[in-house]
């Protein structure tokens, strides 16, 4: 049994912008998926410039094995880059699609 208050002290939060073609072939979905999978919390949405946004909460591991993940991201995209801003984590809860 996990400790809550130790695992949201441990949290890291990883804001991320991916460009490339990764508008239109499955993203934000595939993100929700695997962020899922990895009990990590956050949000997912693309941007008017053709960019995805994403923002990661979770343990440091999880978070980072996101960060990874989004450099391939779903089997249609084609990444060119991902930015990363580690910042304060805010405490999301759940992860979601934005629109």
Do not use: I, K
């Not at 890291?12 to 998926?33: E, I, L, P, W």
Request: aromatic content about 10%; hydrophobic content about 35%; proline content about 2%.
């Amino acid at each position: 049994m996990t400790d809550d208050a130790s695992d949201a002290a441990d949290a890291v939060r990883a804001h991320v912008f991916v460009s490339g073609t990764v508008q239109g072939v499955y993203y934000r979905a595939s993100t929700r998926d695997a962020a899922r999978e990895r009990d990590v919390d956050g949000w997912v949405r693309n941007l008017d410039d053709g960019r995805v946004e994403a923002v990661f909460e979770g343990s440091e591991s999880a978070v980072e094995e996101m960060v990874e993940w989004c450099h391939t991201g779903s089997p249609a995209a084609s990444v060119e880059d991902v930015a990363v801003e580690y910042e304060t984590p805010e405490g999301e809860s759940g992860f979601r699609v934005q629109w």
